[in-house]
């Protein structure tokens, strides 16, 4: 994909030569884009991932002649995994610093957070992980204009899981096991439930302090079930993974992206990652050359393996660069009216356009996990 979307940025800089970029985010050298993310806190585990490949990603196009001939100047903020820090860095990177559109947050708190000042400043919003129902839409239910998403939505990773334990699992008995403290783990529960159409045979909930699961565990061990739905983030999760299988529940344990970073393993213990599953964005194990491309330039640059985290931070990078060549032009609105024309955006998370509400319109995997380590994927499109 890379390879490709270079060259058709290449292309479309040299039609576009005798547009000169215009209001907010561009002077006559640069194109100004906001970059936010959780580089420190509670998740930052998933912020410094997004924001290494979005610094990628600039680098690339950069080297590849730029947008409309111009060099991107990101500007960058550490939101430190705080929803008044978000709202603060927003009002910033869309009034002070006036960048043409703004790459991040995360998390869905602090997309919220961000909405008020980006809204009322036209400058665009894309998210490459939030993923809370609501977050493009205002308390009425319309859009919001200036916020976009490159992940799919809480509902949809709900709904997926629930079709895959039934269509591939066979299972008819579930527990849940989820984070009462979060909108995100709330939103996932809610979706699960209205579409699972076996038993739910018990419903635990914990709050994102807690790290002794140990109570809950031994509450379901002896129930009759057939898998754990455990919506939540990586750092509970590993720890109720690594509890449970102590405890000798050996069940299947099904999550959504949350799962998707190292640390889950990290806290869990490999050995006692098996049979588990969890929705994600794309698959490193991908023989696709857009996906190994990056995978190995995200290497070389950092000496890690991307997560799926990173990639959708990546391609968001990639999406707004095509919608401003797109555009032919760097205005905070001409920018806005491209992303929601993009008709088919290619990109190592799979290609896809956005719907009315800006989200975009994709399928979803659904990673298997044993002993740590990935031995399979199945699409699910619900």
Do not use: W
């Amino acid at each position: 994909m890379k390879k490709r979307l270079v060259m058709g940025i290449a292309a479309l800089s040299l039609l576009a030569t005798a547009c000169s970029a215009t209001g907010s985010g561009s002077d006559t050298d640069k194109i100004k884009i906001g970059s936010m993310f959780e580089k420190t806190g509670e998740v930052s585990a998933y912020g410094t991932a997004e924001a290494n490949a979005v610094n990628l990603a600039v680098k690339e196009i950069n080297e590849n002649g730029g947008i409309l001939d111009k060099e991107i100047d990101l500007i960058e903020y550490d939101t430190k995994s705080d929803t008044t820090e978000a709202a603060s860095v927003a009002t910033k990177l869309a009034t002070q610093d006036e960048v043409a559109v703004i790459v991040g947050p995360a998390t869905t708190g602090a997309v919220k957070a961000s909405t008020p000042a980006v809204t009322r400043a036209g400058v665009s919003l894309v998210t490459p992980s939030g993923t809370d129902d609501s977050l493009t839409l205002d308390e009425n239910g319309n859009v919001q204009p200036n916020i976009f998403r490159t992940s799919f939505q809480d509902s949809f990773q709900g709904i997926a899981l629930a079709e895959f334990a039934t269509n591939e699992l066979d299972a008819e008995k579930a527990v849940i096991i989820g984070d009462s403290s979060s909108d995100y783990a709330l939103g996932l529960t809610k979706a699960f439930k209205g579409a699972f159409e076996g038993e739910i045979v018990a419903e635990e909930n914990f709050t994102a302090d807690d790290t002794d699961f140990n109570a809950i565990l031994t509450r379901i061990k002896d129930l009759d079930f057939e898998f754990i739905y455990l919506p939540g983030y990586y750092n509970q999760a590993g720890l109720i993974i690594k509890q449970a299988r102590e405890m000798g529940i050996t069940q299947p344990i099904l999550g959504a992206d949350g799962f998707g970073n190292q640390a889950l393993l990290e806290l869990a213990g490999v050995d006692n990652v098996d049979n588990v599953y969890y929705s994600a964005h794309y698959s490193p194990n991908s023989d696709d050359s857009q996906v190994t491309d990056f995978i190995a330039a995200y290497k070389e640059e950092y000496d890690v393996e991307p997560d799926m985290f990173a990639a959708l931070a990546y391609d968001t990078v990639y999406l707004v660069a095509q919608a401003i060549e797109e555009s032919g032009e760097a205005s905070t609105e001409a920018i806005t009216k491209a992303l929601e024309d993009i008709a088919e955006f290619d990109g190592v998370t799979g290609t896809f356009s956005f719907d009315e509400d800006h989200n975009p319109v994709k399928s979803t995997l659904v990673i298997e996990l044993q002993d740590g380590v990935e031995v399979g994927n199945t699409e699910v499109t619900p």
